[in-house]
């Protein structure tokens, strides 16, 4: 003990002097690593400038340039040249039709910019996220990106941005059908930006008849595009003529004067053809096919309503395809040739159908970037306070052994006193350190539980909708190339409407519980009758209960409980869909109502049963078990888990009675509304 202070003197001595010295080095260098730095950030944007300059020329030489920029920021960590490769190579990806890519893309690099100053950078990515998820289809969700970053343009006064983040949000409001939305836009900048080069002008122009027109103004979208195509060629993007006439055309239509809509939408496929965009040219020829249905030439409007379906097949764009196919099913009608008629409605339903998996699983790729980018965040976050304590304690050091050593410098005595202070210090911080680590640690075992549930959802994910998607695919090109018959086709769509049916009810059960688990969501309770849930449920379900010969009833009396309705209703759909996929023909269902200090629910079946072992395990949390149903339906264990997830928040919780060979009862309970 008589040793111990001298020997830590010296000791916190030459450790000041150390950081003395390494503070002089760091000093004496910085010109040089500020002459590399600089050097670097040069390079960085001269390559992003040569990557733009091939824009219009080639996209390989823009991705060349564009990467290489992208390499060296991503080394030198310059966030602004980071940023403007990464937005480089974003409209790049764009060009190609990478639209998942980009957003998966984006949000890597957004990662980078969240905890710094660079406001405009995070207004930059927002901006072109918006924009790959419009490009895509996904307009819902490209526009609260879109609005956030004007906010931000705003406040920055950068009247570039300013007019294409308004252009691309006006365009949102037309494609979600919110006409009054978008003409406020446009009118906002045709008041605020007097000085318009052709592409604007002519964006503008066809922009607001679209809103006129959703609206019902066809005299003044009419007024409009007639200005517009007054205006002489270097005034406007002759491109937009196409996209003028065909506007026009349908306001003529719907004015009916039919000679000057026929004109229009000829003028607009004219136009198409010049600039070869063969895909441009479907709705144009659908209006003509409206036209001649409209004045009952049906021969007419049937070979222009064939040339469209020809040309969105050639295209593979599925919307078109839509569009074609139902306004060649209504000319057949009107024809009265329904053999063709329903020949060419099986083949609309295809495409609707392919629509709809491709939205879902555009949709499911933006929630999995979504949740990777928030992962991603959190765990940055954990990095940074980890790495925030350790700079902390390096510079409690580096004080602590500067004070030392400038109190050896002045007298021996005052020394120990401050050896005796540091000591005191030191104590207190590794204490403070030991309870940041522990708080440190639990986060971490929390963020892991959280990773190894979102593995095993991706996995389900995975596997049960790859399935169902390559059976559609497979069947897309046994129609498209016309290898197989109706026969085929009816013997095997039952198969296919089941898969789908799964895997709807998959995604359904998968985003409601991916809304129960986002930051800042709250709970709406209030009082609801219980009754009317279980019968709409029983009423949804009659198809599949009648099918597999369930006997079913509800019983109990009308009573109002207190929660949130929407997840009540998914728990009991959940809890009947699971009785009805353990039941077979003869079994029985029963919704019981049971009101006593609460309410209790309870659904009870005589089907298969669930033996001891694996009850305990189902109660468990965060458990994943299904077995296949007594028709072979499968499940991915995602209901259940559900279903406990969302009794917890209603402060309830899932009670199951089974017994294996004689049936299942599950139950839970609600409290009485007031």
């Not at 930051?519 to 599949?544: C, H, M, P, Q």
Request: net charge negative; charged share 25%; proline share 2%.
């Amino acid at each position: 003990m008589i040793t111990r202070p001298p020997l830590l003197a010296i000791n916190t001595f030459l450790r000041g002097l150390s950081g003395v010295l390494f503070f002089f080095s760091v000093v004496f260098s910085c010109p040089a690593q500020s002459e590399k730095s600089t050097n670097d950030e040069l390079l960085i944007d001269s390559l992003n400038q040569q990557a733009m300059s091939h824009r219009y020329s080639s996209i390989d030489s823009m991705k060349l340039y564009a990467g290489k920029a992208y390499d060296i920021a991503l080394k030198t960590d310059y966030i602004p040249g980071l940023v403007e490769s990464s937005r480089i190579l974003a409209v790049a990806m764009l060009i190609k039709g990478d639209y998942l890519k980009v957003s998966e893309f984006l949000f890597e690099i957004k990662l980078k910019t969240e905890n710094s100053s660079l406001v405009y950078e995070r207004a930059i990515l927002d901006h072109y996220l918006g924009i790959a998820f419009n490009t895509s289809g996904n307009y819902q969700a490209g526009l609260p990106y879109l609005l956030e970053a004007l906010e931000i343009f705003r406040t920055l006064e950068n009247d570039t941005y300013i007019l294409r983040s308004l252009n691309n949000i006006g365009v949102c409001y037309i494609r979600l059908g919110q006409f009054q939305e978008a003409l406020q836009i446009f009118k906002e900048i045709e008041s605020t930006f007097q000085e318009y080069d052709p592409g604007t002008v002519t964006t503008l122009a066809v922009n607001l008849a679209f809103c006129h027109y959703g609206l019902g103004n066809y005299a003044r979208a009419k007024e409009i595009l007639l200005d517009f195509l007054a205006l002489p060629d270097h005034q406007v993007n002759e491109r937009g003529y196409g996209f003028a006439y065909f506007k026009l055309g349908e306001v003529y239509l719907k004015q009916d004067e039919i000679a000057k809509a026929i004109e229009a939408f000829n003028f607009s496929i004219s136009t198409y053809k010049k600039f070869q965009s063969m895909n441009d040219m479907v709705e144009p020829l659908v209006g003509l096919a409206r036209v001649y249905m409209h004045i009952s030439n049906y021969d007419v409007a049937d070979n222009y309503a064939d040339r469209a379906v020809q040309l969105a097949e050639e295209s593979g764009n599925l919307n078109h395809q839509k569009l074609a196919l139902k306004t060649c099913y209504e000319v057949c009608k009107l024809r009265k040739d329904y053999q063709r008629a329903l020949r060419v409605h099986e083949e609309y339903r295809v495409v609707l159908d392919s629509l709809v998996a491709t939205q879902q699983t555009a949709e499911m790729g933006r929630i999995t970037a979504q949740y990777e980018f928030s992962q991603q965040k959190n765990r940055l976050i954990l990095e940074q306070k980890e790495e925030q304590l350790e700079n902390e304690r390096i510079l409690n050091n580096q004080k602590l052994a500067i004070q030392i050593t400038i109190v050896v410098i002045i007298v021996i005595i005052i020394l120990m006193f401050f050896i005796y202070r540091s000591y005191t210090l030191k104590v207190k911080g590794n204490r403070l350190l030991k309870e940041k680590n522990e708080e440190i640690l639990h986060q971490r075992d929390e963020l892991d539980q959280t990773n190894r549930i979102k593995n095993k959802l991706f996995s389900i994910i995975a596997h049960d909708l790859r399935s169902p998607i390559n059976t559609l695919d497979g069947l897309l090109y046994l129609v498209r190339n016309k290898i197989t018959n109706n026969e085929d086709l009816e013997a095997v769509m039952p198969k296919l409407i089941n898969s789908f049916d799964h895997t709807s009810d998959l995604l359904n059960n998968l985003l409601s519980w991916a809304t129960s688990q986002m930051e800042g969501y709250t709970l709406e309770l209030r009082s609801f009758n219980i009754k009317d849930i279980l019968v709409k449920i029983i009423e949804d379900s009659r198809a599949r209960l009648d099918e597999k010969g369930i006997l079913y009833s509800v019983e109990g009396k009308d009573v109002h409980v207190y929660a949130e309705p929407d997840m009540i209703q998914i728990v009991c759909r959940n809890l009947l869909s699971n009785a009805i996929k353990y039941c077979q023909t003869g079994d029985e269902i029963k919704l019981k109502i049971k009101i006593e200090e609460h309410v209790c629910i309870k659904v009870i079946d005589t089907g298969a049963g669930i033996p001891k072992d694996k009850v305990e395990v189902l109660l468990s949390d965060n458990t994943f078990i299904s077995t296949k149903g007594t028709d072979g339906e499968k499940g991915s264990g995602l209901g259940l888990m559900i279903c406990k997830d969302l009794l917890i928040k209603n402060d309830s919780h899932l009670e199951i009675v089974s017994k294996e060979g004689e049936g299942s009862s599950f139950s839970f309970c609600l409290s009485k509304a007031d």
